[in-house]
Nanobody
């Protein structure tokens, strides 16, 4: 049974940092592309970052590029999202997902975690 579990969300002040974790089980990171997405009430889920299982290439949304860093630890079956210089507009529920196309498009992913909330506020 494929499962993804996010953690690490919370309340942080503008300019602060958080590191999200996504622990996967039931499959190897070598076999699936992993994406990070976020969603706020009333808005569509948007892609934040994704990593290719084929060659490890990482892609970022223009809204987070140079502030967020995605990485993976295959030995721990864990994917991370280091978020620096957080802004109020980064407030959202963050999800990790597994798929096979390494795109920042939600419908291309087959399996999803339950999400972890991030609030950026002073």
């Amino acid at each position: 049974q494929l499962q993804l579990v996010e953690s690490g969300g919370g309340l942080v002040q503008p300019g602060g940092s958080l590191r999200l974790s996504c622990v996967v089980s039931g499959f190897n990171l070598d076999n699936y592309d992993i994406g990070w997405f976020r969603q706020t009430p009333g808005k569509e889920r948007e892609g934040v970052s994704c990593i290719s299982s084929t060659d490890g290439s990482i892609y970022y949304s223009v809204f987070v590029k140079d502030r967020f860093t995605m990485s993976r630890d295959n030995a721990k079956n864990t994917v991370y999202l280091q978020m620096n210089n957080l802004k109020p507009e980064d407030t959202a529920v963050y999800y990790c997902a597994a798929g096979h196309l390494a795109l920042l498009v939600p419908y291309t992913y087959d399996f999803w975690g339950q999400g972890t909330p991030v609030t950026v506020s002073s």
